[in-house]
């Protein structure tokens, strides 16, 4: 593969113009020396004041704006996909994050001594409000998948499967859209009907195809945490998501038994539901707060890949009972 250092940064925003703001500012202290780079704001249908917000930058930045009016992160991303002229690297973040100085350095200087590698995950370190991180948020399994802190290994190391980088800092050589070209719309972020798992179907896709994923710690953002996104009630609502993203990412929920024995399955899928229920109404009367997010929070992980199993089963049987009629 060709030692490339152009740049092009993909960042999908919707109705958050003080947050991208934020972001942009932050952009204009990264060191872009010598590194050809261009950053591509997709809209993905905001109300709000993010065009004016991108215009303002125009004159600091190789800013450029986009729009595409379909709901769903995925669906913007795949517009630039798609429509843009895309350098030899691209690079995937979030509208929420405050990069190092010396980010875009470090990308270009990846793919400058790891040539054969085409696809890298960075170091994603968390910022709280105030600077101070919830007790309840601060078990290893809930930042897992509630806040993207990302530290997967001191150095430089490949990920083990089924590890992948996480969605505010990765990037892939433009080669890469030969074997996987777009990201799965029925996936990611979106005013209504969240599936979480976006970044992951695409980087394990790319696995698939035979991609080695290195993680490179030099390149490393901030991702700042909103107000709104540290309660337990958003990350209850997170978990649900979660919960449904595993189902489509890992398959049905106690697919062993359902392969053996669908109605077996179908009477411990009920039975599931119903343990489930238990356990969120009790979590609910524990007073303890990190008590209660403990067991609420897995109850609604749970909750979403029960429903997202029967949403997909449904699905299945729809589409037999649809082929057979014709």
Known sequence: MADDSGITVLIATY??????????????????????????????????ATAEVVKEYGTKLPVSYLRETRP???????????????????????????????????IASSAKKRPEIAVFGGKVEVVWPDNKQPEWAKPEWIMAFGFP????AEGEAFYKTPDCP?????????????????????????????????????VMNLREHGFEILYYPGAEVYHRILHEGCTIPWLRRRAYTHGRGQVRLHGLHRRNIYRKNKIVWGMVLVLDELY?????????????????CEATVDAMMRFG??????????????????????
């Open 15 to 48: 109705n958050r113009a003080a947050v991208l703001s934020e972001t942009l500012e932050a952009l204009t202290h990264v060191d872009r020396t010598g590194v050809d780079c261009n950053i591509i704001i997709i809209d993905n249908n905001s109300t709000d």
């Open 72 to 106: 769903g992160k995925n669906c913007a991303l795949n517009k630039a996909l798609r429509e843009c002229e895309l350098k030899d690297i691209v690079v995937f973040t979030d509208d929420d994050v405050t990069p190092t100085q010396n980010w875009l350095q470090e």
């Open 149 to 152: 802190r990302h530290h997967y």
């Open 166 to 202: 996480f969605g505010p800092n990765y990037w892939v050589r433009k080669t890469v859209f030969g074997k996987v070209p777009f990201f799965d719309e029925t996936l990611g972020p979106r005013p209504k009907n969240r599936i979480q798992g976006d970044e992951t179907s695409f």
């Open 276 to 292: 489930t229920t238990l356990r969120f109404l009790a979590g609910f009367a524990i007073t303890d707060s990190n008590s209660n």
């Open 305 to 326: 890949q029960i429903h997202e199993t029967v949403n997909q089963v449904f699905k299945r049987f729809v589409a037999r009972n649809g082929s057979t009629e014709h």
